[in-house]
């Protein structure tokens, strides 16, 4: 038999988890939008687009826990567009948002970078970057660039764009998931043959090729596609609540 939680427990739980007070970050880390008290069912996800916040409701969901919410410093602050149909459905529903950013990207164990590590056969054993937020690990065993590309490709079920010599062997590997090419640097500095974000840039391929370090793009949804799904399952098994995961398709 399922339970419910308050909506206010819950974010309790969510914000000792994740330490959102550690982080200086460019949105609000926890209840960005609330709704009912009780929750019976968790809905988790990537962003909170509206085709997310459609799925969620469909399946009945009362909370919706996110990374990447609907508020950034710097958006235009007027309620209109598809910010406003965005909240409009929230309201109507009377759903609580819950949105963890920087701190769920950095989290162990259940985390976005540690998720995608798990799948990649990486433990971190080093971080870098601004708070830390990239990590550095070795694989078992060296293997080539372009082996560890298909590795990429079968865990995230999604090709990923590879610069450098696919034949480079490859051992140390740091990574970090969503849009964080702008670390590759600071992942040379930290040691490492292989970088690997979700995103690229123009200028990340003459910096991998001038460092002699290959550069893996897998996707900035892809490689944050694991951290909510697994403080999702986490926060139901505690609560004794029901939890669903939805994956809004996204190529980029
Ligand atoms: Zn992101």
């Known amino acids: ?28 880390n926890g ?13 988790s996800g990537v962003t909170s687009s509206l085709a997310f916040i459609e799925a969620a409701i469909g399946a009945g969901a009362d909370a919706l826990l996110v990374h990447h919410g609907l508020f950034w410093k710097g958006d235009d602050m007027r309620v209109v567009g598809p910010k406003r149909r965005r909240l ?88 970090c998931s969503g849009g964080a090419q702008g670390y590759f640097e600071q992942a040379i500095a930290a ?12 200028q990340t391929t003459h910096l991998a090729r001038e460092a002699g370090v290959a550069y893996i793009a897998a996707g900035h949804h892809a490689t944050e596609r694991y951290g909510a799904e697994a403080v999702g399952r986490y926060a139901a098994g505690r609560f004794g609540i029901r939890h669903v995961h939805l994956d809004i398709d996204n190529p980029a």
């Open 191 to 202: 040691g490492c043959d292989l970088y690997l974000s979700g995103e690229v840039s123009e």
């Open 88 to 175: 409009g459905l929230l309201l109507a529903n009377n759903l609580n948002l819950f949105a963890y950013h920087l701190p769920l990207d950095t989290l162990a164990d259940m985390g976005n970078n540690a998720q995608l590590g798990t799948r990649l056969g990486l433990a971190a054993d080093a971080w870098f970057g601004e708070q830390q937020i990239g990590s550095v690990g070795s694989l078992g065993a060296a293997v080539t660039a372009g082996e560890f590309a298909r590795r990429v490709a079968t865990a995230l079920s999604r090709e990923p764009l590879l610069i450098g010599d696919p034949l480079q062997p490859v051992r140390r590997v740091a990574w």
């Open 1 to 28: 038999m399922a339970g419910k939680v308050d909506a206010r427990v819950l974010l309790g739980a969510l914000d000792e988890l994740m330490e959102p007070a550690r982080f200086r970050d460019y949105c609000p």
């Open 31 to 43: 209840m960005q939008v609330e709704g009912k008290r009780e929750i019976g069912l968790l809905a």
